[in-house]
């Protein structure tokens, strides 16, 4: 079935460096693609979203990248911070009316910062 | 932050025992979910409803039951809780498209 799912499981990045986490989508009706980032005892907080009509967007510290020909979505954190230490989702879903908003969450990347 | 609130955030209950975890918004947000999520692991949508009496079952089969009388009230109701129930319950809301916004959830425990 269509599915969203990510690369890598955990990700170990020193404080000040970039970090780079990966999502495969295959639902090729995808078009509106959102990250969320969920740190321990709290609920997943927005990010930063894409449109199927951009490649890029950039946000404070934050780049999302969107590959249609290969489905392929990445969030870039710039000189990433202990306090970016959480479990990242990518998700997606077809802005079609019929489709009611609903997510398809991949499985989230827990990204470590180390001092 | 997000209008969204959940009650209790955990709960620790016994097998059989009926539940209802709570869940409003005050953003006027025609649109509900809730979604379970083991430790760590993705999400997993169990019902939505995108107005008033209008509910839907998820992509996850679940035995919980939601309802939603007034825009801002989206309860979930566990009648007879199990084991297997344990896990976090996530509730959102949005607008007809876009962002969802979550509450910061339940965590269930049934022994």
């Known amino acids: 079935g269509e599915n969203v799912g990510l690369h890598l499981p955990t990700l170990s990045v020193q404080e000040g460096d970039n970090s780079i986490i990966n999502c495969a989508y295959s639902?090729?009706?995808?078009?509106?693609f959102i990250w969320y980032k969920q740190e321990s005892g709290k609920g997943p907080q927005f990010i930063i979203d894409i449109r199927s009509n951009m490649d890029k967007r950039q946000g404070q510290r934050v780049t999302v990248l969107l590959n249609k020909t290969v489905k392929h979505l990445s969030l870039q954190i710039a000189a990433t911070q202990p306090g970016d230490s959480a479990v990242y989702f990518c998700?997606?879903?077809?802005?079609?009316?019929?489709?009611?908003?609903?997510?398809?969450f991949g499985g989230g990347t827990r990204v470590l910062v180390k001092p | 932050e997000a209008d969204i609130y959940q009650t209790p955030r955990y709960l620790v209950i016994g097998t059989g025992k009926k539940i209802t975890l709570e869940c409003s918004q005050t953003m006027g947000h025609d649109k509900m979910y809730w979604y379970q999520q083991d430790p760590g692991m993705e999400l997993h949508l169990i019902h939505y409803s995108y107005g008033v009496n209008s509910t839907e079952k998820g992509d996850l089969s679940s035995e919980s039951t939601v309802s939603r009388i007034r825009t801002e009230h989206f309860p979930l109701t566990l009648e007879s809780a199990r084991p297997s129930h344990t896990s976090q319950y996530l509730c959102?809301?949005?607008?007809?498209?876009?962002?969802?916004?979550f509450g910061p959830g339940t965590r269930l425990t049934v022994l």
């Open positions: 998700a997606e879903t077809p802005i079609q009316k019929a489709a009611g908003n609903k997510l398809t």
């Open positions: 639902n090729s009706a995808s078009d509106y």
């Open positions: 959102a809301s949005s607008y007809a498209y876009g962002e969802q916004f």
